[in-house]
Antibody
Framework: EVQLVQSGAEVKRPGESLRISCKGSGYSFTSYWIAWVRQTPGKGLEWMGIIYPDDSRTTYSPSFQGQVTMSADKSISTAFLQWSSLKASDTAMYYC??????????????????????WGQGTTVTVSS | SHDLTQPPSVSVSPGQTARITCSGDAVAKHYVYWYQQKPGQAPVVVIYKDSERASGIPERFSASSSGTTVTLTVSGARAEDEADYYCQSKDNNDFVLFGRGTKLTVL
């Protein structure tokens, strides 16, 4: 069974650092993109960025560039989302999501994506003093 | 980014047809996906690549597109279909776009 299993809920204080994880299983972890999506209470889905675990290439949403860091360790089939200094406004649910690779004919070929086929269960992050 | 426009809410009676629209320039150029999210749960893909129904999704869910608008249709809506529905596409820079979501009420 294909699964993305995320780490547990976190409660942190402003200014603290944090890394949450997303472990893929049941498929070849390096053959799919992993995206991170934020959902604040009562709000919709916001795309934060995406990483290709095979070579750790990343693309960040302009809204989140410089605010978070995405990484991946393909040896343990796990992607990470990291903050160096949390703010109260980072309080949210964070989802990781798998996106199939789309090969765009080009020279050299470009790896792209369309949409999500599998979602993680989410990690709640609460930042409060 | 939210360059996809969805109505905030749609309400139908059980057995009626619910239609949820998603509009934006991106949908004319890139595939659209639809996700269903029930309270306290992670989203689930309902439709992928504009009109393909995801595995395990009932046949009453379908989607179509016309120009810069795509429509998710729930034919014969049931109480269990009550959820938030999000459309998703991407822009020419490969930035993923989500609509703001539509709350479907079946009452």
């Amino acid at each position: 069974e294909v699964q993305l299993v995320q780490s547990g809920a976190e409660v942190k204080r402003p200014g603290e650092s944090l890394r949450i994880s997303c472990k893929g299983s049941g498929y070849s972890f390096t053959s799919y993109w992993i995206a991170w999506v934020r959902q604040t209470p009562g709000k919709g889905l916001e795309w934060m960025g995406i990483i290709y675990p095979d070579d750790s290439r990343t693309t960040y949403s302009p809204s989140f560039q410089g605010q978070v860091t995405m990484s991946a360790d393909k040896s343990i089939s796990t992607a990470f989302l990291q903050w160096s200094s949390l703010k109260a406004s980072d309080t949210a649910m964070y989802y990781c999501a798998r996106l199939p690779v789309v090969v765009v004919p080009a020279s050299p070929p470009k790896f792209s994506y369309y949409g999500v086929d599998v979602w993680g269960q989410g990690t709640t992050v609460t930042v409060s003093s | 980014s939210h360059d996809l426009t969805q109505p905030p809410s749609v309400s139908v009676s059980p057995g009626q047809t619910a239609r949820i629209t998603c509009s934006g320039d991106a949908v004319a150029k890139h595939y659209v996906y639809w996700y269903q999210q029930k309270p306290g749960q992670a989203p689930v893909v309902v439709i992928y690549k504009d009109s393909e129904r995801a595995s395990g999704i009932p046949e009453r869910f379908s989607a179509s597109s016309s120009g810069t608008t795509v429509t998710l249709t729930v034919s014969g809506a049931r109480a269990e279909d009550e959820a938030d529905y999000y459309c998703q596409s991407k822009d020419n820079n490969d930035f993923v776009l989500f609509g703001r979501g539509t709350k479907l009420t079946v009452l």
